[in-house]
């Protein structure tokens, strides 16, 4: 999910921001409560209502960094200390709010690096407006008996959480149980009740890989899957509020309002960290590990500078899969590459890594996917989900 998507503007006096009081939301986010639009009779969001939001964010210069309107988004829970839904609750229609994130919080849990106008040590305030509220109700009853009748109609034996997602496990798997945080691997057919299938990975041949609970996916997703152990098959009949809700998807292969079907399969692989301790054990190295998850080991420190986000840096590398399968090498080409760090004109495992190297440094980044080439891969030599391995020098800075 783009969390950017929840940074909501309002246009306030400042005799308002006076009579503001600096409060903690349940996340540990910082907040104000800038303006109250209605004193009596006031509509308060719940998890799952449709809502529309207002976006202003600005740094800490007070320049405006980022603008949107959000119309009938879902309400779900805040997952992370710079998620806005967890503000949004104590907020009722008409009600403006101002939150203040730490740059330095906000780049670890987006796991990348942030623009020069925002620096580390200062804040971003994100201003937030409720404009709308539209209570989910009526609707998770309509989804309600549009599941169950379908399953009758169908035979399924359902079992239904306090959320409303059904779900028949067809086949249990003998694995662990999947736990939010945990990278999966996914094969699954999704179809509209009637029938009409919008996608599949099998017919890509592909699995799709995604960190549970991250809210990479849809809640009927990071909810059922959940509820899985590995090796498990599943139906999952997911109501619109833990899917696409109002707006649907797929340019209408997805209408509104759908409930959904999802026939899943969680397959039992080796997790990423599994693989990378084995091949650290395997190799006897000795390695250092960031909190992204990145594994690092300098083989010779360099005496020069830490390169600083925005400058140019000049690199010679090697990568390679972890068995050993070389993918690119500029030693072979003879030509050094060079980028601007921090920037995102590389992957960011090269962005964070680099970044930990004085000049004149040589050193192994052993890197997980998700700071790689995820679940896209890259080009024929790099599969999907891969773990990476880069022997790097770095050559200079400008």
């Excluded at 809502?51 to 009938?72: A, C, H, R, V």
């Excluded at 760090?341 to 004085?358: C, H, K």
């Amino acid at each position: 999910m783009n969390l950017k998507k929840l940074f909501v503007l309002c246009c306030l006096c400042a005799p308002l921001y006076a009579q503001a009081q600096v409060k903690i939301s349940p996340k540990g986010i910082r907040y104000e409560i800038l303006e109250r639009k209605i004193l009596t009779g006031r509509e308060i969001p719940a998890i799952g209502d449709y809502i529309t939001l207002k976006i202003y964010t600005k740094n800490y210069k007070d320049s405006l960094i980022n603008k949107q309107n959000m119309t009938d988004v879902t309400l779900d829970e805040a997952i992370s200390p710079i998620d806005m839904r967890d503000v949004v609750p104590f907020m009722a229609v008409g009600d403006s709010a101002v939150c203040y994130i730490k740059v330095d919080t906000f780049a670890k849990y987006m796991g990348r690096e942030m623009p020069n106008f925002t620096p580390k040590g200062t804040e971003i305030k994100h201003y937030i407006r409720l404009a709308k509220i539209e209570k989910s109700g009526p609707q998770r009853q309509a989804d309600a008996k549009i599941i169950q009748d379908y399953a009758t109609a169908n035979g399924l034996k359902i079992e239904t959480t306090k959320s409303g997602l059904c779900y028949v496990i067809t086949a249990q798997g003998t694995g662990a149980k999947a736990i939010k945080g945990q990278k999966v691997k996914v094969h699954y057919k999704g179809t509209t009740l009637d029938g009409k299938e919008f996608d599949s990975s099998y017919k890509r041949s592909q699995p799709f890989s995604f960190k549970l609970g991250g809210g990479q996916v849809i809640k009927g997703w990071d909810e059922g899957l959940a509820l899985l152990t590995m090796g498990s098959k599943a139906t999952l009949l997911i109501p619109s509020c833990l899917a696409y809700g109002k707006s649907g998807a797929g340019g209408g292969a997805i209408p509104p309002n759908s409930v959904l079907r999802f026939d899943v399969e969680l397959i039992d692989s080796p997790s990423e960290q599994k693989q990378i301790a084995d091949y650290i054990a395997k190799n006897q190295l000795k390695t250092q590990v960031t909190p992204s998850g990145l594994h690092y080991i300098i083989t010779k420190q360099g005496t020069g500078a830490l390169p600083q986000t925005g400058q140019n840096v000049t690199v010679h590398y090697k990568g390679t899969l972890l068995n050993g399968a070389e993918f690119d090498s500029s030693y072979k080409r003879n030509e050094p590459f060079s980028f601007n760090i921090g920037m995102s004109q590389v992957i960011r495992g090269w962005d964070e890594g680099v970044a930990l190297l004085p000049v004149g440094s040589i050193a192994t980044l052993i890197i997980p996917s998700e700071l790689g080439y995820g679940s896209r891969g890259a080009g024929e030599n790099i599969p999907p989900d891969s773990v990476l391995k880069f022997d790097i020098e770095l050559l200079g800075v400008k």
